[in-house]
Every structure is written in C-alpha cells, then in structure tokens.
C-alpha cells in the first residue's frame, strides 16, 4: 500500500518520498478506508484513484472557509507587532484550527483557501494558518533540541512593552511564548532562545538579563561576543572589537558555542532570527520538519517569496508590491553566480535553520560577519555538505517590522528608491565576491560570462539607471526570468 501511495505522491508531486513525510499526512488513518475501495472498486488505474482521493482532502468546502474567515472579519488587515491582544487573538484561532483540521494535508488546504483571496483577508488569519500547520508537522518529528539565536543591538525599544514604548514589541516575552506554544505538540523535544549582544552600545544584552530574570521569561538566556574576544577563541581572532561585527558575529559566536552542546538522542537544530517579531518562531516547526525528514538536508531557510509564503507590511498581507524588477534580477544574478545555492529565492529571510553537526563543520570558515554573513554561510554549508540536496526552503508568513530596525534607516529627504539601488548594488558586489571565492567549487556555464563580466563592471550610477529603464513588472516579481545581454546593455546605456 506504501508503495502504491508513494507512486501517487511522486506523481503528484504533492508529498516527500519519505515514509514519515507521508505518516504526517494521516496515510495510516486514512488505510482501511482506501483500501476497502480499492477492493471494492478495484480502479484500473489505482495511482489515479488513489490520487483523486488524496486531492479531495486538499480542498476547502465553502462551508468550511466562511466558517473560518468569519470570526476574523472584523480584524485589521495589518497586524500590529505591538498589540498583545492581536497575538493573544493568532492563537485562538490557529487553537480552533488544528481542532477542526486534524491533519496536516487538511491544514494546507486551508492555507492554500486563504491564499486565493491572500489581500483581502487579515495577516492574522493567514499567520494563524501557517503557524497550526508548523504545530502538526512538529508533532510528527523525532525528538529535536532547538537552539534559537538572536542578535542583540540598539534593542532597547522593541525589548520594551508597548506601554512602555511605542515601538515595543516585548519580544523577549513574546518570542519564549511562541516557542513554548509551538512546543506544546513535541514534548520529547526541547528548546532554548540564546540573545547574544554584538556590543551594543545601550548595554542590551544587560536589558535582556534583567528582563529574563524579572518576568521568569523560560528557557531564555544571554551571551556576549565579548566574551569571544576575552577568550581568545581562535575561531573568532580576527574579531578584535565588537566594532568588528556587524551581527554576523554575534550570530556565528552563538551558533559555535550552541553547536558544542551535548543533547543526547535529540537532533540537535540550530536556528538565527531577528530581534523583531517578524518572522513568527512558532513557524520553527516547518523548518525542523524539512532538515528531519531527510538525512541529506543540512539547512532550511524560511522564504517570504517562495510559493505559499507571504510578505505583509503595514497594510496587510499585501505580498511584494514593490521593487519587483529589483527581487528578480537579484534572483537572476544568485542563478547565475552562485549556483550552489539552489531554488530558494530567498537568501535575506531572517529565519534560517541548521544541523549542529553542519554548524561544527562550516562556522570556522565563515569570515563574513556583517549584515551579509548568511549567504556565505549558505554557500559553504552547499558545497561542504552535499550541494542543492544539502539547501532547504519553507515558506513564512512574514510581517515587516522597520520600526527600529538596524538595517533599513532612511535619512530624511533622501530617495527611497535611490536607496533601493544602493542597497542592491552593494548586494551584488557581495554576490560577485562570493562567486569569485568560490569560482573553482562550483560549476558555472562558460556560456555566463561575458554577462559576469558586464555585471562585474556596473557602477552605481550605471546600475541604478538600468534597473529604472527595465520594464515595468506587472503585479509580482518575474522569478526565474534569464535576462539577456544584450537588453541589460540596453537598458544601462
């Protein structure tokens, strides 16, 4: 019977090969049933039978949706980071779901509802559904301990409450909740959040201490790259002041040190995010299922842009509605320059998982620690451990949170799309030194160089004009668009 459906899933591709992917998807409970039909009936075709039946539980009667969307009607269509009653509110109604839809392929298909009508409904709803659908996945891996890791710097605002600040998130409070609700359907598993301060010159990893210790706040604890630099740690020489880093180094420090652990039976997964409350920790579920279903996978990232994930901003779960032409040659340029790293679109999500074991392997040839670490942390993990096997990608529901952020500051009176153009013109000089790294570990067409080449030689000026003469993309990125030669010189001209 496996067999048979493991034909349909490979022709459907709607299923992992692995058995337990399959498990996840309630195939036992759904055995005598199918079973007695295909006795019954006894199809000509079984694989097509049985892929009809599959495909009937991935649908959503209307019945069902309204029953889901009208309890939230009256919700905003943003989701405000800093209401606690709006997360208080994510949770009830992910709680209702996973009691209505007990299987995961029932979860999708309420995903999949909600994203056929994605910006006229609430982020909460859609955010609700991702997270109900990480919490059944989790409950069927084996046991895992997560190790969650988070950058500290200038975060005195969003550690506060909102009452405390306006900006404030809570998110040390917030960030233990979402893991411990998470956690709730895996109680083999184990977990712990790790803020390691980069030198931050409010003393936030300070904050965080007193606030851990005077909330109670579990499991929760803080490092300091300074304690690298007081130690000598030779993995970390180059770092002679906390100056030095720019969060990569705080990352990598606590992804070294978390790595060392000794966790017994329980696969260890090590995990970055941001600060902020973007990326929803309760979505760990999904990432931790992809790197434990398969002996291969060595890391997940979860992606705002893949199909299935959703950007929101503060009108709501608007998905990308600008810079598309920016998004797809960045795209194009990570095709053609470093192959290695795969499918995935998105490189940039903070929200990135690992195995401990891979983490021992590659953190001491990471000599990146600026804000663009990752994708060279992603480049040695694919050709060290396995190439595009090795490179997972889940999609998020992501909400922007820019706020108080380290990175998107925008100075007054200057041009936001000016920026833009910087922004991703330094990008892809970091693209094009990490293709130059790695030039002989990775096979790239001869047939791609003269456009390196013209890339190589794009000023700013010249980027900028080129990226404003490109036609307009209509309604999304053009993702897995080549671009030619011959229309990039144009365009630049």
Not at 146 to 155: G, R
Not at 240 to 263: R, V
Request: charged share 25%; with cysteine; hydrophobic share 40%.
């Amino acid at each position: 019977f496996f067999s048979v459906v493991k034909d349909v899933s490979q022709t459907m591709s709607v299923f992992d090969s692995d058995v337990r992917y399959l498990q996840a998807y309630k195939i036992p409970e759904l055995f005598d049933d199918l079973m007695r039909q295909l006795l019954s009936e006894r199809p000509s075709q079984p694989v097509s039978f049985l892929g009809s039946k599959l495909n009937a539980a991935s649908t959503l009667s209307a019945e069902e949706f309204n029953a889901i969307v009208g309890p939230v009607a009256n919700e905003p269509l943003a989701l405000d980071l800093t209401d606690a009653a709006a997360w208080d509110r994510v949770y009830d109604t992910a709680d209702k779901l996973l009691q209505t839809f007990v299987t995961v392929d029932r979860l999708r298909a309420v995903e999949n509802a909600l994203l056929a009508k994605q910006r006229e409904l609430p982020t909460m709803v859609h955010l609700a559904a991702k997270l109900a659908t990480s919490k059944a996945l989790l409950a069927t891996c084996p046991p895992v301990f997560v190790t969650m890791l988070v950058a500290l710097y200038n975060e005195k605002n969003r550690m506060s409450t909102k009452q405390e600040h306006p900006n404030g998130e809570n998110f040390l409070v917030n960030k233990a909740r979402e893991m411990e609700w998470l956690f709730e359907a895996a109680p083999a598993s184990s977990w712990e959040i790790v803020y390691v301060d980069d030198g931050c010159p409010q003393g936030s990893g300070k904050l965080a201490e007193e606030r851990i210790k005077s909330n109670g706040i579990p499991n929760s604890r803080v490092d300091f790259l300074q304690r690298a630099i007081d130690e000598k740690d030779p993995t970390f020489a180059d770092i002679k002041d906390t100056k030095d880093s720019q969060k990569g180094g705080a990352i990598e420090f606590g992804m070294w040190e978390a790595a060392k652990g000794d966790h017994g039976d329980k696969e260890h997964i090590v995990i970055f995010t941001d600060a902020d409350l973007a990326a929803n920790l309760s979505q760990t579920g999904l990432l931790v299922f992809n790197l434990t279903s398969s002996p291969s996978r060595m890391s997940c990232v979860g992606s705002r842009y893949d199909e299935g994930g959703i950007f929101c901003n503060e009108k709501g779960a608007m998905g990308v509605t600008k810079n598309f032409e920016l998004l797809a040659f960045r795209d194009f340029l990570k095709r053609l320059l470093l192959p290695a790293l795969g499918k995935g679109r998105d490189t940039q999500c903070g929200f990135k998982a690992f195995k401990a074991s891979v983490v021992k392997k590659v953190i001491p040839s990471v000599t990146d620690r600026k804000f663009s670490f990752d994708m060279q942390l992603l480049m040695l993990v694919a050709l060290q451990c396995g190439g595009e096997a090795a490179m997972g990608s889940e999609a998020v529901v992501y909400v922007d949170s820019l706020a108080e952020s380290n990175f998107y500051q925008q100075a007054p009176g200057v041009d936001p799309m000016l920026e833009s153009y910087k922004s991703y013109f330094n990008m892809m000089g970091r693209m094009l030194a990490l293709h130059d790294t790695f030039k002989d570990k990775q096979e790239v067409p001869a047939a791609n160089q003269p456009v390196i080449d013209f890339v190589r030689g794009l000023t700013l000026e010249t980027f900028s004009k080129m990226m404003a003469t490109m036609p307009r993309m209509q309604g999304k990125p053009d993702w897995g668009r080549v671009f030619t030669l011959p229309e990039l010189k144009g365009w630049a001209a």
